[in-house]
């Protein structure tokens, strides 16, 4: 078993919840973790693809995720950011190509209609994933 653990974040205090967690368990078990950020490409159909974060607000993002993953404890820790149409594939695939043992990430907000419309990325990599996937609040 490889001991990996992958951590999506976008900088939300949920997404937090999950890098905190994620520290938790990489320092207590001795795991590599890779905090994971995934910069949503909008258009591109006819015109330009544009992301939704600058490379600047993914610094940040990252920086302040690995920030926090550090005073959680975690030592091993290594960041990176993809650029994808959705979130959750892209999460899935990383994680399977790359050898990820578990999965950790935080989950919204979101209720009843929200969760139906707009769907979960948290509830999406847990039914879909290779690997252990665990929902931190």
């Known amino acids: 078993m490889t001991k990996k653990i ?9 997404g937090t919840v999950g ?5 938790e368990v990489a320092k207590a078990a001795g795991f590599h973790l890779t905090i994971f950020t995934v910069n949503i490409a909008l258009g591109g159909l006819r015109g330009p693809t544009t992301r939704q974060w600058t490379a600047e607000e993914v610094a940040k ?4 995720a690995e ?7 975690a030592t091993d820790i290594g960041t990176i950011d ?23 990430m935080g989950t919204g907000d979101k209720h009843d209609l929200k969760r139906i419309v707009l769907g979960s ?12 996937v665990t929902i931190a609040r």
Do not use: F, K, M, W
């Open 6 to 14: 992958l951590c999506p974040t976008d900088g939300t205090d949920h």
């Open 19 to 23: 890098v905190i967690h994620a520290a």
């Open 61 to 64: 993002v990252l920086a302040d």
């Open 67 to 73: 920030a926090t993953a550090r005073r959680g404890g």
């Open 82 to 104: 993809v650029l994808a149409r959705e979130a959750a594939p892209a999460i899935i695939t990383y994680s399977e190509q790359n050898g990820y043992s578990h999965i950790i």
């Open 121 to 132: 990325v948290a509830a999406e990599v847990a039914i879909r994933a290779h690997c252990t």
